[in-house]
């Protein structure tokens, strides 16, 4: 894995750990990256963390209840990570609840019991 997708892998790894969501739209914003890359990049993190899947009502990758971080993937808290990728890519403080687009946070596994 290259250092690119790597620092994306851990983006994602935060903003689940942080948020409990990611979507393809958060990547292609601070990375820059195409949609293509993008879904790539979240369909290699559902592959490592089985924990998460997309939410066709929502539409972006959620956690569910027993979500756990990719080991030894963020070697700092996820809310200093994403303080620290806010500022290289001068974006909103994403470790900031109210600068990412508002979700329940239920999880995929409180859409299944519906």
């Known amino acids: 894995m ?13 903003l689940f750990t942080q948020h409990g969501r990611c979507s ?3 990547l292609t914003t601070v990375f820059g990256i195409n949609k293509s890359t993008a879904a790539l990049d979240m369909k290699a993190y559902a592959q490592r963390n089985r924990q998460v899947a997309y939410s066709y009502t929502h539409g972006s990758y959620m956690r569910r209840s027993k979500f756990q971080p990719v080991p030894a993937l963020l070697k700092q808290p996820a809310d200093n990570f994403l303080q620290m990728v806010s500022a290289v890519f001068e974006v909103p403080d994403l470790s900031i609840e109210r600068n990412l ?9 409180s859409e299944r019991q519906q």
């Open 2 to 14: 290259n250092k690119c997708t790597n620092l994306r892998q851990q983006f994602i790894d935060a």
């Open 101 to 109: 687009i508002p979700l329940p946070r239920g999880g995929i596994d």
């Open 24 to 26: 393809c739209r958060q």
